[in-house]
Each structure stands twice: as structure tokens, then as C-alpha cells.
């Protein structure tokens, strides 16, 4: 059973960073995707980013350009590194990871932009 545990959220004004973390564990060797997606009340659940084994990646087209996700395989974990943030991005963000056998979800981390 994988667990993935989420820092890095928090309180932001518009035009600041946060860079959101989540590991895997324990280690496993079979993650294919790694993302974050986020949920506002009433709404969807968006992806905002993904990424690939390979390092190839994708982003929701909100975020194009202010966001930026990577990974470290041998820790089993990937980072969303947020700039320019704006009241609109402000919502819980999920981490997703894809393995060979299951998908998994995080318990979520808060992001409010305000000033």
C-alpha cells in the first residue's frame, strides 16, 4: 500500500510562489505518472500537471507558464513549483500517482492566494 503525503501549501499573496511536494511511500519502482489536479467547491477536479516517467510533461492551460512539475525518481517524489499565483488559483491540490498495479491520491493540501 502506497501513501503519499503532501507539504508545501499554504497562505500566498497574488504574484507569490509556494512549490508543493509529494513523495511516495514506501519506494516503489513501478510509479508511470505522477500529477496534481485541484478541486474547487462545486467544481471539477482539473489537472494542473502531470509528468511522465520520461520527464515528459503536460500542464492545464491555466496554469501554462506559471507552473512548473518535476520529479525525482530515486524519491519517489514530484514537485509543483507555482509562480505568479493568482486568488483564482486558490483551492485544495491533490497529489495522483499511477503504478503498475493501482492509482493513489493524496489527502490534499490547501492553496489561498489573498492579500
Known amino acids: 500500500q502506497v501513501q503519499l503525503v503532501e507539504s508545501g501549501g499554504g497562505l500566498v499573496q497574488p504574484g507569490g510562489s509556494l512549490r508543493l511536494s509529494c513523495a511516495a511511500s514506501?519506494?516503489?519502482?513501478?510509479?508511470?505518472?505522477m500529477a496534481w489536479y485541484r478541486q474547487g467547491p462545486g467544481k471539477n477536479r482539473e489537472l494542473v500537471a502531470k509528468?511522465?516517467?520520461?520527464?515528459?510533461?503536460n500542464y492545464g492551460d491555466s496554469v501554462t507558464g506559471r507552473f512548473t512539475i518535476s520529479r525525482d525518481n530515486a524519491k519517489n517524489t514530484a514537485y509543483l513549483q507555482m509562480n505568479n499565483l493568482q486568488p483564482e488559483d486558490t483551492t485544495v491540490y491533490y497529489c495522483?500517482?499511477?503504478?503498475?498495479?493501482?492509482?493513489?491520491w493524496g489527502q490534499g493540501t490547501q492553496v489561498t492566494v489573498s492579500s
Open positions: 514506501p519506494i516503489v519502482a513501478d510509479i508511470s505518472l
Open positions: 509528468i511522465q516517467s520520461d520527464g515528459a510533461t
Open positions: 495522483f500517482v499511477r503504478t503498475l498495479v493501482r492509482d493513489y
